[in-house]
């Protein structure tokens, strides 16, 4: 376990805040907000790197530095130990953050959030219109 741990220590780290659309890069974000996404969880960046075939670790207790209310990263090997690369799309961390941010929007678990709170928020807003309108 100590060996495996020393390992993590070197891999990449990639913290939610990095392609959150929210955030200004003051607060944190390191890709263009037309490529970012909306609030994507250390969860969602995982199952990201399962997809492109990347060994990841999740480490829930620790905060970002500058939010520290900003819970979990993740990291990330890119490299084996002899320099291939476990994925040959992926080889630099700011390309690691466009594909993760191009593909959590699709998450399983963001598609099927999203798909009531459309429908729910439609209704309400139709009603309130209409009842602007007699008063004025």
Request: glycine letters at 8%; charged letters at 30%.
């Amino acid at each position: 376990m100590d060996g495996d741990i020393l390992d993590i220590k070197r891999w990449t780290m990639l913290y939610p805040v990095y392609v959150n659309s929210m955030k200004t890069i003051a607060e944190g974000r390191r890709i263009s907000v037309s490529k970012a996404c909306e609030n994507p969880t250390c969860a969602e960046i995982g199952d990201c790197c399962s997809h492109f075939k990347l060994p990841f670790a999740i480490e829930i207790d620790k905060a970002y530095p500058r939010d520290f209310m900003q819970r979990g990263r993740v990291r990330v090997l890119l490299k084996k130990e002899d320099g291939m690369l476990y994925n040959p799309a992926i080889s630099s961390r700011k390309q690691l953050m466009l594909r993760v941010a191009e593909l959590v929007p699709r998450h399983p678990g963001r598609t099927k959030k999203q798909e009531p709170a459309s429908s729910s928020s439609a209704g309400p807003s139709k009603s309130g219109k209409g009842g602007k309108r007699r008063d004025s």
